[in-house]
């Protein structure tokens, strides 16, 4: 079944080159959502059916971490699965964030760690090896 | 000048280059001006955290174009527009800084990193300026990219 993607990222760039990875990744994707922040994205959250949010943690507006707050007390949100993909490199935030659920990567970030990521977080199956190396 | 932060800002920036946006670049010492030989762009961030300060980036003109396509995957004939091609210097700098701070502050620091801006060359000169006059304790690297050249700045307050 195809899987319905928000991205919620301040950068389009940042935006597209995570939908590039995730296509790349081989995952079936259905509908991609996009949120320039994190109140958008809370919006578009609740608007759409979505399986899965892909957050930065630095935004304005709303940053990544209240979202995901917002989220945790909505009850038809709390269960959602969630990675964060950010420059952050302090240790305490990054284990406050994953005390919440979601999971962290890194920036820069491989192709593959996004992979596995998506894969372990949603258990779905089949998603091909990336046939491009490196990293973004 | 900070030559330990130097050195660090000089490998953060480098490997965030090659790893985000697949561009190879190497140091380069010879002309610290080269860089307003030509035409660049600059982009600012500031931090606050632990010590507080900024870092502006300055880069050829010409090499944001590969910059940004690369980063996007797109075909070695396209251009991208340029407000894309800020987005992407904008989100480089991000990265350069996000890496950088936990070096010089620790992983248990906890860094707040505001939206980097985007600053045409006459007032990125006068941000240079007013760097090196305020900090003598700033950082600094320069490097050489296929297309031109790549000049970073720090000012750290402790």
Known sequence: MPLNVLIVDDSSVMRAMIIKTIRMSGLDLGEVYQAGNG?????????????????DINMPVMNGEEMIDRMKADPELSALPTIVISTEGSATRIQRLEKKGVTFIHKPFAPEIIRDAIQDLTGITGIGDSDESGAF | MNQEHSDLLMEIAAQTLEQLAFIFSFPDDTNPDAIWEEAATGCHVEFSGPSQGELLLLISNAAMPELTSNMLGMDEDEVPPEDQQHDALREALNVICG????????????YDIQPPEILDAGAARSLLDQIKTDQRDYASALLSLDDGGCQLYMRLDT
Do not use: C, Q, S, Y
């Not at chain 1, 109140?39 to 957050?55: C, Q």
């Not at chain 2, 890496?99 to 906890?110: D, H, K, Q, W, Y």
């Open chain 1, 39 to 55: 109140k958008e994205g809370l919006d578009a959250a609740r608007e759409n059916w979505v399986d899965l949010v892909v957050a």
């Open chain 2, 99 to 110: 890496n950088l701070l936990p070096r010089i502050g620790g992983t248990e620091a906890v």
